[in-house]
């Protein structure tokens, strides 16, 4: 192992997958907190010593249980965690959905990447209508990590009771099993992106070479795990650097999370961090704030920064594992490019990343789809950029039809368009984004408001709230078009 | 509890948690998002805030389905009817 360590310049060590990650972590700091969390209004650890004998206990009983492809429902609780890195580790296809999605969306990403086995967390397994789930997906078998592997009493200090957990680990972890994240849409063009425990640690590495944490510093972990930026810079970055991890509580608790885990450091998506801000959610220990997975105005920038905080801006997709490049002096929109990613700009100004060991193995069974933004290990982002003077990228648009949130979910416009005309028919509309939300415009009388709100509603339940149009822009002339019918969606934009 | 009530007490709470509403009036048909324009995590803010004060709980899923205000009231009503049986 020890040929495969390298160090930067800021001491930062680079890990080789989850194994590495944690036996690491467990031989030279056994004792450091690796993860904290919530237990009947008591903050809780869970020791770098203790969490490796976990997760290699549940990873040896996954892998005699013989399952090769496990959904795990995320839910931030310290039993995801261990059993998202055992499941990995037993060498299972591991899949992370979120625990608020729909049945109908669940079920679809369920069957796009045959998980035959769901675990989560018990209340949520019945929350979740799982006899509608089974109706969907009659072989599918429901399980919860409980069964497997009683909780331990950490707060007891009970003591590892397996003789050589890293030894064990190590005995089974030859082959990591894949990892799967769907990326943030929620239309049918949402796709499993396939990635390894390599591909996320060297991800971590990219985040903690170039803005290091210290064990002196506590990352609060308040995305959601099934978002690569959650996964990465909410869990990984921490563990990595050797900064104990916060886990959240879910969405009740935005606005006290801060305030009991008193993080030093945060990563946010951009509604959320202004959301914190709003509302005097953040603690006084607070010092840096990762912002990411969305469009970020300078307005929550420049707030943010009004509260004393060292604001950092990260760049980054599912497709590498998370960051491309980060901001962390000066001017949030210059971007330092990552250590292991080489970005250059296209003729037509398009973003080009190469990021050796962060780069995806392509959509899960989409060799096609896979092909269109993949080509000789060079990704095709969709985004639009330039690069400086000092080699700084600024990101200055998108190539693709797509809106991209604050809330770091994305939705494709072709889609979403087609499925309003379903609803309203053949009129000459087009979606645009307005104030970070999207917006009708339409070629049509003002007076029809009303009508076509109450067309939409129902349509608009099934979208998340972000997506669901905010407002109807009414046009007295035909909206602009290409010779092929294409709305001039930047055109249009300046009309308005 | 009956409606009118829930009704009354939902309409504080969102006065409360998003105070630029305030003299705004919202009825059973106002959507939420678009009419009153409460955000995401306002609206996360929102539900938090009134299943504390119903003692109750929307399963986070059923969020997203919560369009109009009398969406908002029906799914509270349900849950405070269940809990009183």
């Known amino acids: ?496 | 509890m009956n409606r009118e009530a829930i009704a009354k007490t939902c309409r504080e709470v969102i006065y409360e948690c998003v105070p630029e509403l305030e003299g705004t009036p919202i009825y059973e048909d106002t959507v939420i998002n678009t009419d009153t324009a409460i955000d995401s995590m306002g609206f996360t803010l929102v539900i938090c805030r009134l299943e504390a004060t119903f003692d109750v709980r929307i399963p986070n899923r059923q969020w997203a389905k919560l369009s109009t205000f009398g969406d908002v009231v029906t799914a509270i009503e349900k849950r405070v009817a269940k809990k009183e049986r």
Request: contains cysteine; charged residues 20%.
């Open chain 1, 1 to 496: 192992m020890a040929q495969q360590m390298c160090r930067t310049e800021e001491n930062m060590r680079r890990y080789y997958g989850f194994a590495d990650l944690l036996s690491t972590r467990a031989k030279e700091d056994p004792d450091a907190p690796a993860l904290l969390y919530e237990d009947h209004g008591s903050i809780c650890r869970i020791s770098c010593s203790l969490l490796l004998e976990q997760v290699s206990v549940l990873s040896r009983q996954i892998r005699v249980s013989g399952k090769k492809c496990i959904g795990i429902l995320c839910d931030g609780s310290p039993q995801c965690v261990i059993t998202v890195f055992a499941s990995v580790l037993a060498g299972a296809q591991t899949v992370l959905l979120d625990e608020s999605a729909s049945e109908d969306l669940l079920a679809q990403q369920i069957c796009a990447s045959d998980v035959d086995v769901l675990w989560g967390d018990e209340d949520l397994a019945q929350d979740l209508k799982v006899d509608c789930l089974n109706s969907l997906i009659p072989d599918l078998e429901m399980d919860s990590p409980n069964s497997l592997i009683p909780y331990p009493e950490v707060r007891d200090g009970q003591e590892p009771v397996n003789d050589d957990p890293e030894a064990a680990l190590k005995a089974g972890c030859s082959v990591s099993g894949d990892i799967l994240f769907f990326t943030s849409g929620t239309t049918s063009r949402s796709k499993a992106v396939v990635l390894t425990d390599r591909s996320l640690t060297a991800s971590a590495f990219n985040g903690s070479s170039i803005l290091p944490l210290s064990s002196k510093d506590r990352l609060l972990c308040i995305l959601p795990l099934n978002h690569v930026f959650g996964f990465v810079c909410g869990l990984l970055w921490g563990l990595a650097c050797g900064a104990p991890v916060a886990l959240g509580r879910g969405p009740r608790h935005y606005s006290d999370d801060a305030k009991f885990f008193s993080p030093t450091v945060l990563s946010a998506v951009p509604s959320l961090l202004l959301f914190l801000l709003q509302h005097g959610c953040l603690n006084p220990e607070l010092r840096t704030v990762l912002v990411g997975a969305g469009s970020c105005p300078p307005s929550i920038l420049e707030l943010a920064g009004r509260s004393g905080l060292h604001v950092c801006f990260g760049y980054g997709m599912t497709e590498t594992s998370s960051g491309i490049a980060l901001s962390i002096s000066g001017d949030p929109y210059a971007l330092q490019i990552c250590p292991l990613n080489e970005v250059r700009i296209a003729p037509d100004e398009e973003i080009l990343v190469r990021a050796g060991d962060c780069m995806m193995k392509g959509y899960y069974k989409q060799p096609e789809m896979t092909q269109t933004v993949l080509e000789n290990g060079t990704l095709h982002t969709g985004d639009l950029g330039q690069i400086d003077a000092d080699g700084r990228l600024h990101i200055t648009g998108r190539k693709k039809e797509m809106l991209v949130f604050p809330d770091g979910t994305k939705l494709f416009l072709p889609e979403y368009e087609a499925a309003i005309a379903a609803v309203i028919g053949d009129k000459d509309f087009a979606v645009i984004e307005r104030d970070l939300s999207p917006v009708m415009v339409i070629h049509d009388d003002p007076s029809n408001r009303a009508f076509l709100s109450a067309q939409l509603k129902s349509l608009m339940q099934q979208y998340p709230r972000g997506q669901q149009l905010r407002d109807m822009i009414f046009l007295s002339k035909p909206l602009p078009r290409t010779a092929t019918g294409k709305v001039r969606r930047w055109e249009l934009s300046q009309i308005l």
